[in-house]
């Protein structure tokens, strides 16, 4: 099985500031013949099911704000939301889909500075 | 819109059964691999099952492998989990999601249900 590691667990960052959130696979997730990184990024807030934000690495769900990037490949992943808006307290999953069984990192709560 | 509707949790004994069921509507049904997701309380996220388009495959996680069936009804256009040998550790809020990229197996979920809570309790 792929071990997804996310850290740090937990992150508090100022109104308007970068917030970057890590997310590493014990093996490579990068699938060479069409150089896709099979790695999703997804937002849950509280009482809410998770939503998806970034697949493929740095694919941008539809309806998702600017704001959220993915980047990475391999084994070696990150997102980053640019400006730190209040409703984007929540955590946040990687999630890999290279192989089964589906692997999600531990998750890494965003909390307001 | 899609929208699928988690129904069927409940509270059970261990040893117990219990069949989850995701409504779906929104969309092609029969064109997408379909996913049960559990959370158990305060915890992360674990994929339980999939199903493909077709219903012809499917695949388990290994702590439910050989304990749990996800089924399809086409003609219904509804997803079924069914939970045997039900243990205190399957507590969870369980979601059934759709697979983003529609004739794979294993992908992304673009669409999650609100969830159904399993609590395994004597």
């Known amino acids: 099985d792929i071990v997804m590691t996310q850290s740090p667990d937990s992150l508090a960052v100022s109104l308007g500031e970068r917030a970057t959130f890590n997310c590493k696979s014990s093996?490579?997730?990068?699938?060479?013949?069409?150089?896709?990184?099979?790695l999703a990024w997804y937002q849950q807030k509280p009482g809410q099911p998770p939503k998806l934000l970034i697949y493929?690495?740095?694919t941008r769900e539809s309806g998702v704000p600017d704001r959220f990037s993915g980047s990475g490949s391999g084994t070696d992943f990150t997102l980053t939301i640019s400006s730190l808006q209040a409703e984007d307290v929540a955590v946040y999953y990687c999630?890999?889909?290279?192989?089964?069984?589906?692997?999600f990192g531990q998750g890494t709560r965003l909390e307001i500075k | 819109q899609v929208q699928l509707v988690e129904s069927g949790g409940g509270v059970v004994q261990p040893g117990m059964s219990l069949r989850l069921s995701c409504a779906a509507s929104?969309?092609?049904?029969?064109?997408?691999?379909m996913h049960w997701v559990r959370q158990a309380p305060g915890k992360g996220l674990e994929w339980v099952a999939v199903?493909?388009?077709?219903?012809?495959?499917?695949y388990y996680g290994d702590s439910v492998k050989g304990r749990f069936t996800i089924s399809r009804d086409i003609s219904k256009n509804t997803l079924y989990l069914q939970m045997n040998s039900l243990r205190p550790e399957d507590t969870a809020m369980y979601y059934c999601?759709?697979?983003?990229?529609?004739?794979?197996?294993?992908?992304?979920?673009?669409?999650w249900g609100q969830g159904t809570l399993v609590t395994v309790s004597s």
């Open positions: 999630q890999q889909y290279y192989s089964a069984p589906i692997t």
């Open positions: 929104g969309f092609t049904f029969s064109s997408y691999g």
């Open positions: 199903i493909s388009y077709d219903g012809t495959n499917n």
């Open positions: 493929w690495s740095s």
């Open positions: 093996q490579s997730v990068l699938y060479s013949p069409n150089n896709k990184n099979y």
């Open positions: 999601a759709r697979g983003k990229v529609d004739t794979a197996l294993i992908t992304s979920f673009d669409n």
